[in-house]
């Protein structure tokens, strides 16, 4: 097993957690609908397209917003992320959140039809993880190998000879979902992974049975989504930073994806297909989601990084 260098206790890094920023976010300018002549930014009815793998962070947005805007019917629709993107792209939806920026393919598509991006804002950063059985042979692991494996290079198991074979990464969703889309994104920085190292399934729940009772898998999922599930085992995570320093693997935490310790980031994005305007209720909820401090602290108290807050974080003195 790596051995670990000692790290500050998460929940103290937390404590200092103060209150929310609220500013707009920068969009840049995009389409628009018709949409009905009553509507405004906090009246009216639209559906929120959501990334199916993040539909528990929404439904406390939701709620406060319905507090809030009790003229406003907003409706939550959860599809997967390439399914989503496809009708933002097409301007067939008005607005969506999802856990992924753009893929390469969505990137190469809108720029072979001279197509605008579309207008987001960011809500959050979640994180993608790795998670284990609680009898698999490690807790920790270097990110470098995760992306060796999941790109299909052959040498990477000598370094855990615990195992005795490749492990095999299962994703929820398969290719349409935001978790296989970040696999490409996040960890193999625009690269497709080996299909031989993965395995597909219809849902989170589904990766957490397959994992729980096999030490030949790896799992991949999200930070809100596996915080308090204590059936797994998340692996800690070493690799090499930007500027050439290492950094020793830290637990699976919101502290650290705040401190910028963690390899793996995930931007969740609310992308709206219309302008600023205080007659768009698809563009007040945006507003919404990522200017209310109820909202922003909701995804805080998931356990993730909301995009809109100030943070001062109190370490152990030595």
């Not at 729980?212 to 797994?232: A, E, F, H, P």
Request: aromatic fraction near 8%.
């Amino acid at each position: 097993m790596t051995t670990m260098q000692t790290t500050p206790d998460p929940n103290r890094l937390l404590a200092g957690a103060v209150a929310m920023l609220l500013f707009a976010s920068v969009l840049i300018s995009c389409g628009g609908e018709d949409r009905p002549p009553t509507e405004s930014a906090v009246a009216g009815e639209v559906t929120v397209l959501v990334d199916e793998e993040i539909r528990p962070l929404l439904d406390s947005i939701v709620i406060y917003h319905a507090r809030e805007n009790p003229r406003a019917q907003v409706t939550l629709k959860t599809l997967p992320a390439s399914v989503i993107m496809h009708g933002m792209i097409d301007r067939s939806d008005r607005v969506a959140i999802i856990a992924r920026d753009y893929t390469h393919q969505e990137d190469s598509l809108m720029s072979a039809a001279q197509i605008d991006t579309v207008a987001r804002a960011l809500i959050a950063r979640d994180a993608l993880v790795f998670f284990v059985a609680k009898s698999f042979p490690y807790d920790t692991m270097n990110a470098e190998h995760i992306r060796q494996w999941l790109a299909g290079k052959g040498g990477v198991t000598a370094s855990y000879p615990k195992l005795k074979r490749p492990p095999v990464f299962v994703v929820p969703g398969g290719s349409a979902g935001s978790v296989y889309g970040n696999i490409s994104n996040v960890v193999l920085r625009g690269g497709q992974p080996s299909n031989a190292m993965l395995a597909t399934v219809s849902a989170h729940s589904d990766v957490v049975h397959q994992v729980v009772g096999n030490t030949d898998l790896i799992g991949v999922g999200y930070l809100s989504q596996i915080r308090k599930d204590t059936s797994v085992k998340p692996l800690r995570l070493s690799y090499t930073a930007a500027d050439g320093t290492h950094e020793w693997p830290k637990p699976v935490h919101a502290s650290y994806l705040i401190m910028g310790k963690y390899p793996f980031p995930v931007p969740i994005f609310a992308y709206v297909n219309s302008k600023p305007s205080q007659h768009d209720l698809a563009f007040g909820f945006m507003q919404f989601a990522t200017r209310s401090s109820k909202a922003q602290f909701s995804l805080f108290n998931a356990g993730i990084e909301p995009a809109h807050a100030k943070f001062t974080l109190y370490l152990p003195e030595d």
